[in-house]
């Protein structure tokens, strides 16, 4: 016999019909997690840089500066444990060799190339010509394999008087870099808008990018941007409302993440310089603001930097690393996977931090897993959405070269396309 039931279809359908709408906007707004590899850092320089080098002898010369710096002030694995406070002997060794095959194969995984603080107001001529380079040699270095992963330009901001000059550098970059690829942009190109206040902002950006792509036939959507978060405005609108939500919503699906700005966002609320920091209150505030406004649409997060460059003395460069992977673990901890690196001395603690994250949680993380797809009791009882996070846990670690794939599938049991699966991706 069928199973009485009191709800009428009448009632069931409008049920359904009321919430249609929901159920669009829910799959618009919030996609999730677009499933590729995020960085673990951005690296700054400005454009100049780029004057009498390539994009890949920029690259190596930063690995070989931090390996130099490695080498000097922490040259094997008892040194550099001692540094940032490791005690498990086998992890310290497993990470140490890690940061230095790291530093050799791929020391940055995400560079922007600056035209904005680091670079400065320039003449016209100047800036046209820098755009123009950085537009040949990212193509240069994408096409010989030189290149990192991801790669691009953080242009001059919205603002009335220097809004010209960065969509000129924009247009400039963009043109250039598609030209020198036969019509086609990198996979790995970024892009960053910085010191965004307002919305329109947002908007006016996207229809840049917009126009671009009808005047050069690329797919609609193609380019997509990074909204840095530099100002209070950018958190809480005169209007009482939290502006970055409705940036995401402005930029009409291309926003790829928010990047925090520590210095520009403590200024703006007042903290003085002595105490500008990734761990003072306001940027606490203002981060978690950005984590449930990003929750869920598929935008990322990326903490902002350290100014205290590890150079000098030994006693010096060990306070500064002290420092620097302390705050990198304190990121990671808060589900800010992504954060800035200003100097090639911040490589190393960059790396050993990661890499303990990852490696130490390993086997916990690939048993909780295995136990939740053999649905077997645990000591924890996980649920959907706990698998999901393990699994982008592991995939996190294997991006980045904290954890190999033979080791996370012996561990979990898991190869990579099963990880991905549980991960949504």
């Not at 010191?195 to 996207?206: F, I, W």
């Not at 003395?313 to 996977?337: D, F, G, I, K, N």
Request: glycine share 10%.
């Amino acid at each position: 016999m069928a199973a009485r039931t009191t709800f009428s279809s009448t009632l069931r359908e409008g049920i359904e019909a009321d919430l249609a709408g929901v159920d669009a906007d829910l799959a618009a707004r919030y996609p999730g997690d677009p499933g590729t590899r995020q960085p673990v850092h951005t690296v700054y320089v400005p454009a100049d840089a780029l004057a009498e080098r390539g994009v890949g002898d920029l690259v190596r010369d930063w690995g070989g500066q931090a390996l130099d710096l490695l080498d000097r002030h922490a040259p094997d694995a008892a040194s550099l444990a001692a540094v940032v406070g490791q005690t498990d002997a086998a992890l310290a060794a497993d990470v140490h060799d890690r940061v230095r095959a790291k530093l050799q194969r791929e020391p940055v995984e995400d560079l922007r190339i600056d035209f904005e603080d680091g670079y400065g107001p320039r003449p016209d001529a100047e800036e046209d010509a820098a755009a123009e380079r950085a537009a040949r040699l990212v193509a240069e270095a994408v096409a010989d394999g030189t290149a990192p992963p991801f790669v691009g330009i953080r242009m001059k901001c919205m603002e009335s008087a220097v809004r010209a000059r960065g969509v000129r550098t924009l247009d400039l970059f963009l043109t250039g870099l598609l030209d020198a690829g036969d019509g086609a942009l990198p996979e790995g190109l970024v892009l960053t808008l910085p010191k965004v206040t307002y919305p329109e902002q947002v908007a006016a950006m996207a229809r840049l990018l917009d126009g671009f792509e009808q005047a050069t036939d690329l797919p609609e959507g193609r380019i997509g941007f990074e909204i840095q978060i530099e100002t209070t405005q950018a958190i809480l609108g005169a209007d009482g409302r939290a502006t970055v939500a409705r940036m995401i919503e402005a930029a009409g699906g291309r926003a790829t993440s928010l990047h925090y700005g520590t210095f520009d966002y403590s200024a703006s609320c007042g903290v003085s310089a002595a105490y500008q920091s990734m761990e003072h209150p306001v940027a606490d505030h203002a981060k978690a603001v950005m984590q449930v406004a990003a929750a869920g649409t598929g935008v990322r997060l990326s903490d902002g930097s350290t100014n205290v460059i590890p150079t000098g003395p030994t006693e010096q460069v060990h306070a500064a690393w002290q420092l620097h992977h302390r705050l990198v673990r304190r990121s990671l901890e808060r589900a800010y996977y992504q954060g800035w690196d200003m100097h090639p001395g911040h490589l190393p603690t960059r790396y050993a931090a990661v890499y303990a994250f990852y490696r130490e949680g390993l086997d916990a993380a690939a048993a909780r897993l295995a136990a939740y797809v053999a649905r077997t009791a645990g000591d924890v009882m996980d649920e959907p959405a706990t698998a999901k996070a393990l699994s982008g846990y592991l995939l996190r670690g294997l991006d980045c070269g904290a954890v190999d794939a033979a080791e996370v599938e012996k561990a979990a049991g898991l190869d990579r396309k099963a990880l991905d699966a549980l991960a949504g991706r």
